[in-house]
């Protein structure tokens, strides 16, 4: 590069002439391409060096094999020559190949070739322990060697082919162990349980909690917490404004679990035989709490959460305690909880 380096300079003295310099750039990226080839030519070289002296190996070992079967025989007419020429111990099973090699003919003799997934000479075959090298599962993989070839599997609260694993939402598939009255929350890889209001344990085990005392006019119920009535027809907002005047808000179920907890109180306490209808915090099918109603609390004959349309409970079913719809605008009785 160095003439063309002085000739630009010369050119430069001389008149000025740009062009000399747009050609040494030229020269000097078709330089780099040359040199990105040579790289290229010399990796693909390396790795056909690497086949071409495997293959040289083979070819010197069924070399090496012909020879001895030649000098081994103890014949030494024609007759030998034309008895090893027509020998195929592949076939005859008459080769010394390792079980896990293939056996190639050859004039002679015969050359064995290790199979796909193993290593050596062919008379004796290694299994290749391919999860020693990195990147060959997932992330949230584990890697089994076995003779040949190797596999995949997803660690424990992943799914997938080995390859990709995704986690697995236990709480959304109903396949975890929280406790009727836990809340299920999903990790990756795993999920917690917690217990629900007026529960407590681990989450897999919750029991009870007495509740002492409730602020007024707010009562006591075991299992689900201080809850009151407003004995007044109103709309769902009105009713909802009632609730929090009185320093709590409409009753907000944490699961079917809460919220069938609650009915029970109202048929053992009489509640339920007032046929009265009462706002309960839900809005369009989504809980104030922003849980989306479950199927199995919805009345099956109205099941739509539509646009518009609030939540009441139907306080005179004597076995389950479900949630109807009407227009927000209604006017119900509300119940109403506080937290402690
Ligand atoms: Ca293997
Ligand atoms: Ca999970």
């Known amino acids: 590069m160095a003439p063309i380096r002085l000739l ?16 040494v750039e030229e020269i000097q990226k078709l330089g780099d391409v040359i040199a990105n080839q040579k790289t290229e030519l010399m ?14 190996a083979e070819m010197i070992n069924g070399a090496k094999a012909e020879w001895e079967a030649l000098n081994n025989s103890t014949r030494t007419d024609v007759a030998t020559l034309k008895h090893l020429l027509d020998t195929d111990e592949c076939n005859e099973m008459s080769h010394n190949c390792s079980s896990d090699a293939s056996c190639i003919d050859t004039r002679v003799s015969f050359r064995c070739k290790c199979k796909p997934g193993f290593t050596g000479d062919g008379y004796t075959c290694e299994d290749i322990d391919e999860c020693t090298e990195r990147f060959r599962c997932g992330p949230h993989a584990t890697c089994k060697n076995t003779p040949g070839k190797y596999t995949c599997s997803c660690d424990a609260g992943f799914q997938g082919d080995g390859k990709d694993c995704e986690d697995i939402d236990e709480c959304a598939l109903g396949s975890h162990k929280c406790h009727k009255y836990a809340v299920c929350s999903n990790t990756v890889g795993s999920y917690t349980c917690h217990c629900t209001l007026y529960h407590e344990g681990d989450g897999i085990n919750c029991h009870e909690v007495d509740i002492a005392s409730c602020a007024s006019p707010f009562e006591p119920v075991r299992g689900v917490g201080c809850i009151h009535i ?98 927000c605008s209604t006017d119900w009785w509300a119940l109403c909880e506080k937290k402690i």
């Not at 390396?46 to 495997?54: A, D, F, I, Y």
Request: aromatic share 10%.
């Open 8 to 23: 630009l300079a010369l050119c430069l003295l001389l008149s000025g002439c740009s062009f000399a310099q747009d050609i």
């Open 43 to 56: 990796t693909s070289f390396e790795e056909m060096k690497t086949e071409l002296k495997n293959e040289v």
């Open 230 to 327: 407003i004995e007044k027809s109103q709309s769902y907002e009105t009713s909802r404004r009632g609730c929090q005047k009185l320093g709590g808000d409409l009753f907000v179920a944490i699961n079917s679990e809460h919220y069938l907890r609650l009915a029970k109180h109202f048929i053992d306490t009489n509640q339920a035989s007032k046929k009265k209808y009462m706002w309960v915090g839900v809005k369009e099918g989504v809980w104030l709490s922003g849980r989306k109603v479950a199927p199995e609390e919805e009345a099956p004959r109205n099941p739509t959460m539509d646009s518009g349309t609030c939540s009441y409970t139907d306080g005179d079913t004597s076995e389950k305690f479900l949630l109807w719809t009407d227009p």
